[in-house]
């Protein structure tokens, strides 16, 4: 007698985050690709389209069986926030945690994504943008972009957390605001404000600090997302305490700044 399989893991798992999420079919380690970057890329086509219908629950297992991937694409009102940079991923996690923020993550082989609600105005989905905090993100967005969904053959890929609460609207510091290749410190991964010695910290925050005026941010957001890198993104606190922080804070209050021509992303204006 044959035996009766039940399927829908696959999408009862990809709900438990995205719920009514599409999915769709990857490349995976199928036909004998050893390539972690073909891997993911799609199989299926048209998933952009309006009304687009995805993978069954069925095919969805079946698919993960033959060594296949599943995407699920981004569904309307939600974003994901993708770091690519380990180190910096788990500083986003612990200030996310710490913070109070209502959000998902997935821990994957190189980072890490977060997802959040967006109900703000559509934007282009961003590659190597640097946001408030000093991190470069990409994003995934909704009805565009997809994600590649820990399934048993995703090694290293896992939900690392799910909230027990309703998901917080994307947070303004994890904005993409500008491109990253122009500020970042090669060596260290990191913006070059952070993890410096005693003495040249206070150079490279007044740099920063200029560059928040020219992002358009205001005061709050501003004070918020200084005190964030502080808390965060400084470890050595002995020689640049918070006080240190708040003169900082303080004497942007009193800069008068003229915006340049060029513009940083449209989200600029989001609170």
Request: charged share 30%.
């Amino acid at each position: 007698m044959a035996i009766q399989r039940e399927y829908g893991k696959v999408r009862a798992t990809v709900d438990s985050i995205l719920p009514g999420a599409e999915l769709i079919q990857l490349k995976g380690f199928a036909n004998g690709n050893e390539s972690y970057d073909v891997a993911k890329e799609t199989i299926t086509r048209g998933y952009t389209k309006d009304k687009f219908q995805g993978l069954s629950d069925k095919t969805a297992d079946l698919k993960v069986m033959g060594q296949y991937w599943i995407g699920a694409v981004v569904p309307k009102g939600y974003i994901v926030i993708d770091s690519d940079n380990a180190a910096e991923g788990e500083r986003i996690y612990k200030l996310l945690k710490s913070e109070g923020i209502s959000f998902h993550s997935i821990r994957t082989p190189k980072g890490y994504q977060f997802l959040f609600k967006y109900t703000g105005e559509p934007f282009n989905q961003s590659v190597k943008w640097f946001t408030t905090l000093g991190v470069t993100i990409d994003t995934r967005n909704a009805q565009k972009g997809y994600i590649v969904f820990p399934t048993d053959n995703t090694e290293g890929r896992v939900i690392e957390h799910i909230s027990g609460t309703d998901l917080d609207e994307l947070p303004h510091y994890l904005i993409p605001r500008r491109v990253a290749d122009s500020i970042r410190d090669k060596e260290t991964g990191f913006i070059d404000t952070f993890l410096l010695d005693d003495g040249s910290r206070d150079v490279m925050m007044t740099k920063w600090r200029g560059r928040f005026w020219a992002w358009n941010m205001d005061e709050e957001q501003y004070r918020e997302s200084m005190m964030l890198i502080w808390k965060y993104f400084i470890d050595d606190k002995d020689s640049f305490p918070d006080r240190q922080m708040d003169k900082h804070i303080a004497k942007s209050m009193e800069f008068e700044y003229t915006p340049a021509i060029k513009k940083s992303n449209m989200l600029q204006s989001i609170n």
